[in-house]
């Protein structure tokens, strides 16, 4: 799939406030700072569609982008980050529960982490989470060009050997770097399945 034409739709502040039409929701999640937007950009071939921020926890609301009138790009809120108040912050704000678990219209979700880093307890909790509810989702392992080959595959590892202590098969694994823009082909071509099977 190649993406000709992104949109800004719309930002939400809560769930009743998202498109009311049937096209379907293709949503990404991570931790603040993960490198979110910068995928987004990746994969939408736009340099600037999504905010990046050298501060972390800019995205505060539900963005949704329109993809050649076909479906949506939906970026959601980082969640974890530690500036953020208490009240805003909760582990995961209702927002994004409210979204994640209870919108009809989001088909499959892409939780983003980071491949330099031991698997992250607020990641797992999150992911257990998605279990729990039946929620289709991959994992995007992001900022590989910072890792050699070995590394990446051990970092792989580790999440595989952890997910595996609870989970009888894997989600789908892909790896990313926004920096050598590797692994957008097989994103968007995961992507066109998703919606051709939807």
């Known amino acids: ?13 809560q769930l009743s406030q998202i498109p009311r039409d049937t096209l379907p929701d293709i949503a990404f999640i991570g931790r603040s700072n993960v490198g979110k937007s910068s995928l987004i950009n990746l994969l939408t071939g736009h340099g600037s569609l999504a905010k990046v921020s050298g501060t972390p926890g800019k995205t505060r609301l539900i963005n949704h982008f329109l993809i050649d ?3 949506y790009l939906v970026d959601l809120p980082g969640y974890g980050y530690a500036r953020v108040s208490k009240s805003e912050r909760g582990e995961f704000s209702k927002l994004i529960t409210d979204y ?39 994992i995007v392992f992001t900022k590989t060009d910072k890792l050699s080959r070995n590394q990446l595959e051990s970092s792989a590892a580790r999440y595989k050997k952890q997910l595996l202590t609870e989970w009888e098969e894997m989600p789908p694994l892909f790896f990313a ?9 097989e994103i968007l071509a995961f ?3 998703c919606l051709k099977d939807s």
Not at 1 to 13: D, G, H, L, P, V
């Open 100 to 138: 994640v678990f209870r919108s009809e219209k989001m088909h499959f979700l892409f939780v983003l982490v980071d491949s330099r880093l031991e698997p992250q307890a607020i990641d797992l909790r999150f992911i257990r989470l998605l279990g729990e509810h039946g929620i289709p989702f991959g």
């Open 1 to 13: 799939m190649e993406i000709k034409r992104a949109t800004f739709k719309c930002s939400s502040q």
């Open 177 to 185: 770097s926004s920096a050598k823009r590797t692994g957008r082909e």
């Open 191 to 193: 992507i066109d399945k």
């Open 69 to 71: 009138d076909r479906w």
